[in-house]
T-cell receptor, first 112, second 108 residues
Framework: EADIYQTPRYLVIGTGKKITLECSQT?????MYWYQQDPGMELHLIHYSYGVNSTEKGDLSSESTVSRIRTEHFPLTLESARPSHTSQYLC???????????FGPGTRLTVL | QKEVEQNSGPLSVPEGAIASLNCTYSDRGSQSFFWYRQYSGKSPELIMSIYSNGDKEDGRFTAQLNKASQYVSLLIRDSQPSDSATYLC????????WGAGTKLIIKP
């Protein structure tokens, strides 16, 4: 079982603020992912990384950006938060080709 | 468009009965399949993975894979109220494709 951490767990901010959601994993997994999920709705992949200095956009268009400077760290940044960004953001990681993904506890973001 | 389809439910099952959850997929190249459980407001947690045709059992859970018919199922025996959750099916052909999930309700 992977140890994967997300901070903050809950965040309420005003429109226009810049925010960074943190995600770290201690298992040395090469692949990391960010998902967006509204309550009762399906998972949407917004960003993924297959290794250091490698990032790709997912299926759902997002105004966020990500970076992967270290294997264990995959932060997501919103330059200017808007109410439409209100959602739960889930970070996950996996190793090798099996694609078994392990999820962090999530960050619930509310933009007022 | 690669897809994984699930009935959104809710699927209501009496306590102690067998809950049967089904999933179909469109990508014949998919090699790995996963069932995750997600409680309301929580993150998904892995229940089982299956890679070969046939059945795979783990405690009260049995995953079934039929690649010829392109479906995956999850059986939960002796269903408990704590099994009430949304169950997500996912298939992988180098990238994981998620279903929208089936909401399961176990009635005491």
């Amino acid at each position: 079982e992977a140890d994967i951490y997300q901070t903050p767990r809950y965040l309420v901010i005003g429109t226009g603020k810049k925010i960074t959601l943190e995600c770290s994993q201690t298992m040395g997994h090469d692949k990391m992912y960010w998902y967006q999920q509204d309550p009762g709705m399906e998972l949407h992949l917004i960003h993924y990384s297959y290794g250091v200095n490698s990032t790709e956009k997912g299926d759902l268009s997002s105004e966020s950006t990500v970076s992967r400077i270290r294997t264990e760290h995959f932060p997501l940044t919103l330059e200017s938060a808007r109410p439409s960004h209100t959602s739960q953001y889930l970070c996950a990681s996996s190793q090798g080709i099996t694609d078994t993904q392990y999820f962090g506890p999530g960050t619930r973001l509310t933009v007022l | 468009q690669k897809e994984v389809e699930q009935n959104s439910g809710p699927l209501s099952v009496p306590e102690g009965a067998i809950a049967s959850l089904n999933c179909t997929y469109s990508d014949r190249g998919s090699q790995s399949f996963f069932w995750y459980r997600q409680y309301s407001g929580k993150s998904p947690e892995l229940i089982m993975s299956i890679y070969s045709n046939g059945d795979k059992e783990d405690g009260r859970f049995t995953a079934q894979l039929n690649k010829a018919s392109q479906y995956v199922s999850l059986l939960i025996r002796d269903s408990q109220p704590s099994d009430s959750a949304t169950y997500l099916c996912a298939g992988s052909n180098y990238q994981l494709i998620w279903g929208a999930g089936t909401k399961l309700i176990i009635k005491p």
